[in-house]
């Protein structure tokens, strides 16, 4: 049996299609490429009790990823990402199922590693020696990182307003890190500039197919982790939207599979109000979407004004009877500190935004107090200590601690 | 079959014997409570194979565990740590087998998850309302969060000089949080005293037993993960000394069941130079140490003057052939930095404090090139962001990315 079963590449947009074994950018028609796999072949060959023998952790799944052998992944000791029951916020919410997915247990600290440990893998598999990305922080500190793993030269491209622990990863790393007065659009530019001019491999969202793939995987764990089947709701931070593109494109494949029923997750894709295109598309029933002005939130890492793979976000949201939200960055601060103190998980803004979401939802009447919602916290809250406000008085040798 | 064969307490240092159904401190001559378990009734009736299909993670060792029911777990999510090839790292240092057992992978990204999770859970089983502790950071913030599961108060003081990022851990927690303009001894002669005056539970380290239990499961997992056996050499960044305690608990727990052989691996306490008790007590043979006189390193986490278990941890290097290394803050940031550029994995300066130590020990001949040798990162690089020295240069729009 082969370790890949991947096939080809085809347009998301145009469906041509392209070989799988060698690098490739976007497609001639300027859309992303989807990896596809000979999934007739895998059912055949495969039965899903085969995967209770293997180690926790995505590369489990690895008839369903592109990278060739065992020797060709890249990895920093990947697990199985926890599906923790929270049934004090449920209350708060009036949800009676609710659970989190939490990514922050990855290494390097964010789901980002996913994307990462497959994109890496899969770009010194086909030859790539220097890889260049923009990011909003998290993409960047993990790419570099899995990239020092793996021998290869990395150029960082962020925004100076980006969040700094991300830079630290970076430059201890080894990568060349570059800051930029502007958004991720304006690093974009840059990196665009040097893949042309220098020769770097262009590993930004989307504009190279196996980051997705890596993505993909949450939806697999998830679905593993509820006994192959799926949850009623998913609600998931968006800003490029690999994560729910992943989520829904893991869907497909396991119904082609028989993995899991027909049944679809309504998916919902979380953004800030500050920058918030997605949602302004999805309640025009757009296909595609228009660049944000001047966007701002507290949540970085969804600070997108213009996703490249806007439609295919959109097509997710359509498909499965989804919406999109925005919320207020004050609400995303909220959400975050009642999650800690009733749950005890300190998580990232963007993974907040997804509770505020459901606030909203449920109290549109959009959620059910029935259904099983599950949302993803994309990040560690501590890559983000300065979203916490700390009150702590200072004590002296001879003082007393208060009576509380 | 019980969920757990705790049987009773016995003191570390008299040997006096305490019920286990209640709550504890320290035994009346001063000195750390163990637990201790029906090891000959568990052999009888359970087989190694028999952890096959639990999941992933320190609760598979329930048995081993204080905790009487699955009830009273408090879980955050904690998946087994992966242990992870240096291959890079190893050339370096000439080491032939060199891995890191990564333990930032825990919820909180520290190993004080484990002492947490399973500290908070038997204090809630056994009564505990309110909780306090003194704290260099990170034990304070894993207690913390897992207290907000728990639903627990928690009283935590930390020294001012503390890096910053547990604090807002701390805080978002709803801990009652204060600082303290000292060492860790100050905060924790506040905490006595608000044990004695306000009702407090006093969780410091080794001043009730359940903490260390958790520790032990380090030993536990990596066993395992070797296939029931040991390495030669384990190397442990050491402040309090829990981790190393129960690494040496777990030993010799695993020897009585016949989990493992006789075979024990060397101890390696890994000391700052800026704060070595241990390493000057190893040096002089000593049974105990003397308080460290202005102790500082950038490795905040060890900065531990004079530690309450420190005749355990002396105990666990003697009988075990090992030894006590101290290395300068220096070294520390050099191997933090090698290791992120070979390895990819962005450690804490404690965890970095090894390979430095590792270093020292393999030019010194104590380490052989073949000896196969196991270094605990105990926590995240980007708690300490500030270890890193960030040089990125800034761009414009029309600026370019210069030649590299």
């Given at each position: 049996?082969?370790?890949?079963?991947?096939?080809?590449?085809?347009?998301?947009?145009?469906?041509?299609?392209?070989?799988?074994?060698?690098?490739?950018?976007?497609?001639?028609?300027?859309?992303p490429?989807?990896?596809?796999?000979?999934?007739?072949?895998?059912?055949?060959?495969f039965?899903?009790?085969?995967?209770?023998?293997?180690?926790?952790?995505?590369?489990?799944?690895?008839?369903?990823l592109?990278?060739?052998?065992?020797e060709?992944?890249?990895?920093?000791?990947?697990?199985?990402?926890?599906?923790?029951?929270?049934?004090?916020?449920g209350?708060?919410?009036?949800?009676?199922?609710?659970?989190?997915?939490?990514?922050?247990?990855?290494?390097?600290?964010?789901?980002?590693?996913?994307?990462?440990?497959?994109?890496?893998?899969?770009?010194?598999?086909?030859?790539?020696?220097?890889?260049?990305?923009?990011?909003?922080g998290?993409?960047?500190?993990?790419?570099?990182?899995?990239?020092?793993?793996?021998?290869l030269?990395?150029?960082?491209?962020?925004?100076?307003?980006?969040?700094?622990?991300?830079?630290?990863?970076?430059?201890?790393?080894?990568?060349?890190?570059?800051?930029?007065?502007?958004?991720?659009?304006?690093?974009?530019?840059?990196?665009?500039?040097?893949?042309?001019?220098?020769?770097?491999?262009?590993?930004?969202?989307l504009?190279?197919p196996?980051?997705?793939?890596?993505?993909?995987?949450?939806g697999?764990?998830?679905?593993?982790?509820?006994?192959?089947?799926?949850?009623?709701?998913?609600?998931?931070?968006?800003?490029?939207?690999?994560?729910?593109?992943?989520?829904?494109?893991?869907?497909?494949?396991?119904?082609?599979?028989?993995?899991i029923?027909?049944?679809?997750?309504?998916l919902?894709?979380?953004?800030?109000?500050?920058?918030?295109?997605?949602?302004?598309?999805?309640?025009?029933?757009?296909?595609?979407?228009?660049?944000?002005?001047?966007?701002?939130?507290?949540?970085?890492?969804?600070?997108?004004?213009?996703?490249?793979?806007?439609?295919?976000?959109?097509?997710?949201?359509?498909?499965?009877?989804?919406?999109?939200?925005?919320?207020?960055?004050?609400?995303?601060?909220?959400?975050?500190a009642?999650?800690?103190?009733?749950?005890?998980?300190?998580?990232?803004?963007?993974?907040?935004?997804?509770f505020?979401?459901?606030?909203?939802?449920?109290?549109?009447?959009?959620?059910?107090?029935?259904d099983?919602?599950?949302?993803?916290?994309?990040?560690?809250?501590?890559?983000?200590?300065?979203?916490?406000?700390?009150?702590?008085?200072?004590?002296?040798?001879?003082d007393?601690?208060?009576?509380?």
């Amino acid at each position: 049996m082969p370790f890949s079963y991947l096939d080809h590449l085809e347009c998301s947009r145009c469906a041509k299609v392209y070989d799988a074994d060698s690098l490739h950018g976007l497609c001639a028609c300027g859309s992303p490429l989807l990896a596809r796999y000979d999934l007739e072949r895998l059912t055949g060959s495969f039965k899903l009790e085969q995967l209770a023998s293997r180690e926790s952790g995505l590369w489990r799944y690895h008839e369903l990823l592109p990278v060739s052998s065992p020797e060709g992944v890249v990895s920093l000791g990947e697990r199985i990402t926890p599906l923790l029951p929270l049934p004090r916020m449920g209350q708060h919410l009036d949800l009676r199922s609710l659970h989190m997915k939490d990514e922050g247990l990855l290494p390097t600290g964010t789901f980002k590693a996913r994307g990462a440990t497959v994109g890496v893998s899969r770009a010194r598999q086909l030859g790539a020696e220097r890889l260049a990305m923009p990011t909003n922080g998290n993409a960047g500190a993990a790419w570099a990182l899995y990239a020092a793993k793996a021998g290869l030269e990395m150029l960082i491209v962020m925004p100076l307003a980006a969040p700094p622990i991300p830079r630290a990863e970076c430059a201890i790393s080894g990568a060349r890190l570059f800051l930029v007065d502007g958004l991720i659009g304006d690093a974009g530019a840059l990196v665009a500039q040097a893949v042309a001019e220098q020769g770097y491999t262009d590993i930004s969202t989307l504009k190279e197919p196996y980051r997705l793939e890596g993505k993909k995987t949450m939806g697999l764990e998830l679905f593993e982790q509820l006994g192959w089947r799926v949850p009623d709701v998913i609600l998931y931070p968006t800003g490029g939207g690999v994560g729910l593109i992943g989520i829904f494109k893991a869907l497909q494949e396991c119904q082609q599979l028989g993995w899991i029923g027909p049944k679809l997750p309504r998916l919902v894709a979380v953004q800030a109000t500050g920058c918030a295109p997605i949602v302004k598309a999805w309640e025009a029933r757009a296909e595609t979407s228009e660049a944000w002005k001047d966007a701002s939130t507290i949540a970085f890492g969804i600070t997108v004004p213009k996703a490249l793979g806007d439609f295919l976000i959109l097509r997710a949201l359509y498909a499965t009877g989804g919406c999109a939200v925005a919320v207020a960055d004050s609400e995303i601060l909220e959400a975050q500190a009642r999650l800690a103190s009733l749950e005890g998980s300190f998580i990232c803004p963007e993974g907040a935004a997804c509770f505020a979401a459901a606030a909203q939802l449920r109290q549109s009447g959009w959620l059910n107090p029935t259904d099983e919602v599950v949302v993803f916290n994309t990040g560690l809250g501590v890559l983000y200590p300065d979203t916490v406000t700390v009150q702590a008085p200072v004590l002296r040798q001879g003082d007393a601690i208060p009576a509380s």
